[in-house]
């Protein structure tokens, strides 16, 4: 029988625990920790184990080694308590993603090809032009995802120990001893459970019955020790004392929601824009060749650096740039698709 009290569980109750794990070091639990202590009580195996520390501290009660127990122990379970734990069993990888894949803590972006997105746009009212330095994309050093994974918490089960007693009766005896026939006949019928063993008998043949009439033909000569006609009885059992059993670790494995913060790389094709370089250096405004010529920069491999382009009309002139053809950057005229950069 086993008598139960209420769990005392310690330590966090939050909801997100950080937890070590075999690929990574930053696995975050979405689920509450510590689980629930599954299961709450001792398994059968390790009652059994229980069970024996208690039998050993109830066996010095027990003082009739030769007949029946006259102690006995019970378990008593003090609840489960919180040791260590969660940590993960086994390992995960991206491929047990469940939704997105993110960004993980302390990523790098590595562009698969940087390259000018679009054309040249105006910016403010500078006369140069600027471009949109974009890639299709690219590797990130560490991601973040969710996963469901395999996950031990240890709880330790402590008890103590129930010890019963019942007090042993003393054995019914009669005096030892047998008996002589003082009259030639056999005295029969009479043995140790006989309620007049032990007092003079008549003998069969007198006809009066054992223990009755006269003469006394059958004489009870005393020797040796008393016979016991009957054992000891168990009295009502009482309670001896509750004494210190032990504490035994019991390790469960919850399937448990987590999130990885710092996985492995992975690639993402989403558009990442780089920046705004300036791609098309404007003509000078003065010297002997105006009105010169445009020079790319960067990376920029179009053919709209051009004052065509810039102005939207020639002959041009530098010092009167009120041309509106090429669109502001400024303005969100532009039409990409773009992601910041981490």
Not at 131 to 149: A, C, D, M
Request: charged share 15%; proline share 9%; hydrophobic share 30%.
């Amino acid at each position: 029988m086993k008598r139960f009290f209420t769990a005392a569980v310690m330590a966090s109750t939050a909801l997100s625990l950080v937890v070590g794990s075999a690929a990574f070091a930053a696995v975050v639990l979405d689920d509450p920790t510590p689980p629930a202590a599954t299961p709450s009580a001792l398994t059968s195996a390790d009652l059994v184990t229980a069970q024996g520390v208690c039998d050993a501290i109830a066996l010095p009660y027990d003082t009739d080694g030769s007949g029946p127990n006259t102690a006995r122990a019970e378990v008593i379970e003090e609840g489960a308590t919180y040791v260590s734990g969660p940590t993960e069993v086994g390992s995960h990888s991206k491929g047990d993603a469940i939704g997105d894949i993110t960004p993980g803590l302390g990523a790098t972006f590595s562009p698969a090809a940087p390259q000018i997105t679009g054309d040249p746009y105006r910016k403010g009212g500078s006369v140069n032009m600027f471009g949109l330095l974009q890639s299709p994309g690219g590797t990130y050093s560490t991601s973040n995802y969710k996963f469901e994974g395999q996950f031990s918490t240890t709880y330790a089960h402590p008890y103590t120990c129930d010890v019963y007693k019942r007090e042993l009766g003393d054995p019914v005896t009669v005096p030892g001893g047998y008996y002589v026939n003082n009259g030639g006949n056999v005295c029969r019928g009479i043995v140790p459970t006989n309620p007049n063993w032990g007092e003079p008998q008549v003998s069969d043949n007198e006809g009066a019955g054992m223990g009755m009439g006269e003469p006394k033909s059958c004489t009870f000569v005393p020797e040796g020790p008393p016979i016991v006609i009957a054992p000891g009885v168990l009295g009502d059992e009482e309670l001896v004392g509750n004494f210190p059993g032990g504490s035994i670790n019991q390790t469960q494995t919850d399937t448990l929601l987590a999130t990885e913060t710092q996985g492995e790389s992975y690639f993402d094709a989403t558009p990442v824009t780089l920046g705004e370089p300036v791609i098309c250096i404007s003509p000078s405004s003065t010297g002997k060749k105006l009105p010169g010529a445009w020079v790319k920069k960067d990376i920029y491999t179009g053919t709209k650096c051009t004052g065509a382009w810039y102005f939207g009309t020639t002959p041009y002139n530098l010092s009167n740039y009120a041309g509106t053809n090429v669109p502001n950057l400024n303005d969100g005229s532009h039409n990409i698709v773009t992601v910041p950069v981490i």
